[in-house]
């Protein structure tokens, strides 16, 4: 596709190779997603194992469709329906907002978890400084 009308297309699209290698994009993929050169930056970590069959799909012509979640532009995640298409080694990947209330709870999940993980690393920290506290004051005396 020529690179000036991939510029122009009013998704966001990537042109990618299938290491994740941003071969080009449209202009409305960077009002999305911070300037990266590698899809990889983006995707979130839950997500990696979806992306690494989108991108392993190499060898066939039909699209695949995923939900991911994606990095945006303010650091934050958001929910998107990619899909790829690959031809001749380059896959041609569309990702567009997914409001629906499937996705919604998708990230009220994700959300819940990432909260009950994050407050055991807390009891967990507060454990050690606990005991390091209990070593100080021995030392102390």
Known sequence: MDTMITKWIPVPYFQINQEGTILNS???THSYFPATSNIWTIIHQEDRDKAILMLSQSANSYPITKHL?????????????????????IGHLVCTEAKSIKNSTITSSYVQ???????????????????????VNIRKH
Not at 79 to 89: A, L, V
């Open 69 to 89: 979640i994606l990095k945006i532009r303010n650091n934050l995640f958001g929910n998107f329906k990619c899909t790829i298409q690959w031809k001749d080694g």
């Open 26 to 28: 449209s202009n409305t």
């Open 113 to 135: 978890r990432s909260l009950i993980n994050t407050q055991k690393r807390l009891d967990e920290s507060e454990k050690h400084l606990d005991q390091v506290a209990k070593i």
